[in-house]
T-cell receptor
Framework: RKEVEQDPGPFNVPEGATVAFNCTYS??????FFWYRQDCRKEPKLLMS???SGNEDGRFTAQLNRASQYISLLIRDSKLSDSATYLC??????????????FGKGTKLSVKP | DGGITQSPKYLFRKEGQNVTLSCEQN?????MYWYRQDPGQGLRLIYY???????QKGDIAEGYSVSREKKESFPLTVTSAQKNPTAFYLC????????????FGSGTRLTVV
């Protein structure tokens, strides 16, 4: 099983739509979770951290289900500028020692007028 | 403004040459990382360093070398032993523990000619 798995998409949605991305991770000891955004030919940028209780930042909502080892990102009222690839990111954590971040391959979103 | 700077933005290498990619940060981060990204692929870890004068191999270290003589700097050398070096190279830094994720530089696009 891959460490971080995402649906590669692309997700093609109209402006104003609500879109949800899902991600599963294999290491049950992972403790840090993030969503990054990567525009074409640019570096990834941190979109938001994901907290156990779920968290919201404007139109973006992130959820974590530790029992199912599942993370989600919901984008409401999509804008053209939301078009990008969204990377699910999880830290490795083995035997209590903090490991590095593992990046999913990303889900591509294209918002159309 | 604090940040992480990679140079050059574009680099062309002849087969058999070694080239060095620069990465400098003024965020006072202890940890630094090098990733490689191929088209349509996720980020793969090449090397990382959590402290000056120490570094660890990542998943794809063969054909690469690094040094960490200063906290601010983590240059990557792509050696002639790297059989397929054409890729997008990303440098990142973080505080130890990855609680706030990684900050990325804008990347270096390396092409073998």
């Amino acid at each position: 099983r891959k460490e971080v798995e995402q649906d590669p998409g692309p997700f093609n949605v109209p402006e104003g739509a609500t879109v949800a991305f899902n991600c599963t991770y294999s290491n049950s000891a992972s403790q840090s979770f993030f969503w990054y955004r990567q525009d074409c030919r640019k570096e990834p940028k941190l979109l938001m951290s994901v907290y156990s209780s779920g968290n919201e930042d404007g139109r973006f909502t992130a959820q974590l289900n530790r029992a199912s080892q599942y993370i989600s990102l919901l984008i409401r009222d999509s804008k053209l500028s939301d078009s990008a690839t969204y990377l699910c990111v999880v830290n490795q954590n083995y035997g209590g020692s903090q490991g590095n971040l593992i990046f999913g391959k990303g889900t591509k979103l294209s918002v159309k007028p | 403004d604090g940040g992480i700077t990679q140079s050059p933005k574009y680099l062309f290498r002849k087969e058999g040459q070694n080239v060095t990619l620069s990465c400098e940060q003024n965020l006072n981060h202890d940890a630094m990382y090098w990733y490689r990204q191929d088209p349509g692929q996720g980020l793969r870890l090449i090397y990382y360093s959590q402290i000056v004068n120490d570094f660890q191999k990542g998943d794809i270290a063969e054909g690469y070398s690094v040094s960490r003589e200063k906290k601010e700097s983590f240059p990557l050398t792509v050696t002639s032993a790297q059989k397929n070096p054409t890729a997008f190279y990303l440098c990142a830094s973080s505080i130890l523990g990855e609680v706030y994720g990684y900050t990325f530089g804008s990347g270096t696009r390396l092409t073998v000619v």
